[in-house]
Nanobody
Framework: QVQLVESGGGLVQAGGSLRLSCAAS????????MGWYRQAPGKQRELVASITRGGTSNYEDSVKGRFTISRDNANNTIYLQMNSLNPEDTAVYYC????????????WGQGTQVTVSS
C-alpha cells in the first residue's frame, strides 16, 4: 500500500514562507509525476505544482515565481517551497502522485493545512 505523508503546514503571516514535505512509502522514481494540490473552503481542488519523473515542473499561474516544487529521489520525498504567501494561499494542501502501467493509479496524502493571516 503506497502512502504519501505531508508535513510542514501551519499558520504564517502574509509575506512569509513555508516548506511542505511529502514523504512516500515507496520509491518516488516509480511515479510518472507527483505534485501538490490545494483546496480552499467552498472551492474545488486545484493543481498548484507538479514535477515529472524527468524533473519537468509546472505551476498554476497564481503561484509562479513564488512556489518551487522539488524532489529528492534518495529520500523519496517531494517538497513545495512557498514564498511570499498571501491569504489567498490558505487551503489544505495535498500531495499527489500517479503511476501508469496496467492502468492509471492515483495516490493522495491526507492533506496539511496552510493558513496565511493578513
Amino acid at each position: 500500500q503506497v502512502q504519501l505523508v505531508e508535513s510542514g503546514g501551519g499558520l504564517v503571516q502574509a509575506g512569509g514562507s513555508l516548506r511542505l514535505s511529502c514523504a512516500a512509502s515507496t520509491s518516488i522514481a516509480g511515479f510518472d509525476a507527483m505534485g501538490w494540490y490545494r483546496q480552499a473552503p467552498g472551492k474545488q481542488r486545484e493543481l498548484v505544482a507538479s514535477i515529472t519523473r524527468g524533473g519537468t515542473s509546472n505551476y498554476e499561474d497564481s503561484v509562479k515565481g513564488r512556489f518551487t516544487i522539488s524532489r529528492d529521489n534518495a529520500n523519496n520525498t517531494i517538497y513545495l517551497q512557498m514564498n511570499s504567501l498571501n491569504p489567498e494561499d490558505t487551503a489544505v494542501y495535498y500531495c499527489h502522485g500517479y503511476r501508469t502501467g496496467w492502468g492509471r493509479y492515483d495516490y493522495w496524502g491526507q492533506g496539511t493545512q496552510v493558513t496565511v493571516s493578513s
